[in-house]
Each structure stands twice: as structure tokens, then as C-alpha cells.
């Protein structure tokens, strides 16, 4: 179970601002290309399930996750995950031919294809994430810039195994240098899916 404060930042400037704040705590920043499938016949959405490869910096590596169940309130989110790394160019070939998912040696996509019973894969499409990672206060904070084909939305997030804690830690921090913020309602493939910007 992954458990993690999210929470959305309004805009470019509030977003940078933060970054600036951040930036004495920097310890790298991913450029991540995250791509998704379903089954042929819905297999995995109607089961509330989602199929993910990452590519992260440029092909420099690629992991492939399975998520289901995600629930978020009050701007904490858990979800089932589980994942693997996944070699980089048979990753590229299955988002060409979606069909070739079903063949590759992977324990973690075998698991997908028995479990929910999928025939065959269809790729949902994707979107890519600017992700700057700090270390701050004993945690971990990951600062998103999200680019959707629609817009961009900006979010931190911390996975924590006291999230209540951790949240108030960010909110003080958020409000004493009076950056925005609001309580994340959905998950970035949420969001995807939709179409559209939350409001």
C-alpha cells in the first residue's frame, strides 16, 4: 500500500516560488514519461486497476507499475502498487504495438494478464511529469509540474508512513511562505482520463 499527502499547487508562479524555497534541500529532478494500458475489453478499469510504464530522463530506465483501488481523502491518497524495472526498448516496442505486452517476461504483466484475465492491451495514451525531489524535514517532498496535452497542473507530494503528520508539517510550511494550496482530490491518471483540468 502506497500512502501519500498530495497536494495541488494553483499555478506556474506559486509553483516556482516553492521551487525556490525548496531549492537549498534539491537532491535531483526526474523527467518522467508515464504511459498507460488497459485491456482490450476494460479489463483493468472496470476492476478500478491501472497499467503503467515509466520512462524516466530519456530512456534511461523504464518500470512498470500496477495500481489499483486508489482512494484519496483529505488530500492523503493510498493505493495498491506494485512494480518492476522493465527493460527500456522492449518498453518503447509496447507502446508502438500494445499487443506485444502480453508476450513479454515479466513477471508483474504476467500476474495482470491471469489475474484480470486480459486477452490483449491497449495503450490509453499518457502524459509527462517534471519531478523535483527534496529532502526536507525528514521527508522526502516531490514537486510536480504535470504536462497534459490540455494543461498543466502542479502538485507536492510526500509518501509517508504517518501521513497526518507529514501534512501538517507541509501546510505549516506552505502557509507560513503563503504559497496556495488546496487538498488534491484526484490522482494525475484521474485527471488524465477526464480530459480536463481540475477546477
Known amino acids: 500500500m502506497e500512502v501519500e499527502v498530495k497536494l495541488r499547487i494553483p499555478d ?9 524555497l525548496l531549492s537549498p534541500f534539491h537532491l535531483q529532478t526526474h523527467l518522467q514519461e508515464n504511459v498507460f494500458f488497459d485491456g482490450a475489453r476494460g479489463e483493468l478499469s472496470s476492476s478500478r486497476s491501472v497499467l503503467r510504464l515509466r520512462f524516466y530522463n530519456a ?4 518500470v512498470v507499475s500496477l495500481k489499483g483501488k486508489a482512494v484519496i481523502v483529505d488530500g492523503v491518497s493510498r493505493v495498491e502498487e506494485v512494480e518492476e524495472d522493465f527493460d527500456v526498448s522492449l ?5 508502438a504495438e500494445p499487443w506485444r505486452l502480453a508476450a513479454v517476461d515479466s513477471g508483474l504483466v504476467k500476474r ?6 486480459v486477452e490483449g492491451f491497449v ?16 521527508l522526502t517532498l516531490e514537486l510536480d509540474e504535470t504536462q ?11 509518501e509517508s ?8 508539517l507541509l501546510e505549516g510550511f506552505l502557509k507560513e ?20 483540468l481540475p477546477d
Not at 161 to 168: F, H, M
Open 177 to 196: 511562505n503563503r504559497i496556495p494550496y488546496s487538498f488534491s482530490a484526484v490522482s494525475k491518471f484521474a485527471v488524465f482520463r477526464s480530459g480536463k
Open 148 to 158: 497534459f496535452d490540455f494543461g498543466t497542473s502542479y502538485e507536492i507530494e510526500c
Open 161 to 168: 508512513d504517518d501521513p497526518e503528520s507529514a501534512k501538517r
Open 112 to 117: 495482470v494478464v491471469d489475474e484480470f484475465r
Open 91 to 95: 518498453g518503447r516496442a509496447c507502446v
Open 12 to 20: 506556474a508562479d506559486s509553483h516556482q516560488r516553492l521551487a525556490s
Open 59 to 62: 530512456d534511461s530506465r523504464c
Open 123 to 138: 495503450c490509453l495514451g499518457g502524459f509527462r511529469n517534471v519531478r523535483a525531489v527534496h529532502a526536507w524535514q525528514g
